[in-house]
């Protein structure tokens, strides 16, 4: 998927990258991304209604208990 827009972090490290996600249904999703260093990056988080409305960071975990709690 590609970014839609890009700005620096306020803390100046690195760059917060907007995707529009209006078009994927509602449940749990990954991002993977590369960060500092080339290290591997997982961000887990749900959408609903064409938007992300919980993010659980690299909690695997817990966004599989999310997940489970759904009907």
């Known amino acids: 998927m590609e970014s ?3 700005q620096t972090a306020p803390s100046g490290e690195g760059r917060w990258i907007r995707y ?3 078009d ?4 749990i999703y ?3 991304s590369i960060g ?11 959408v609903e209604g064409g938007e992300v409305r919980r993010e659980f960071g690299s909690d ?6 999310e997940l ?3 009907p």
């Open 4 to 6: 839609t827009d890009e």
């Open 20 to 22: 529009d996600v209006r």
């Open 24 to 27: 994927l249904e509602d449940g």
């Open 30 to 32: 990954v991002a993977a």
């Open 36 to 46: 500092p260093d080339g290290v591997p990056i997982e961000t887990f988080f749900s």
């Open 60 to 65: 695997e975990k817990r966004a599989e208990r």
């Open 68 to 70: 489970r709690r759904r």
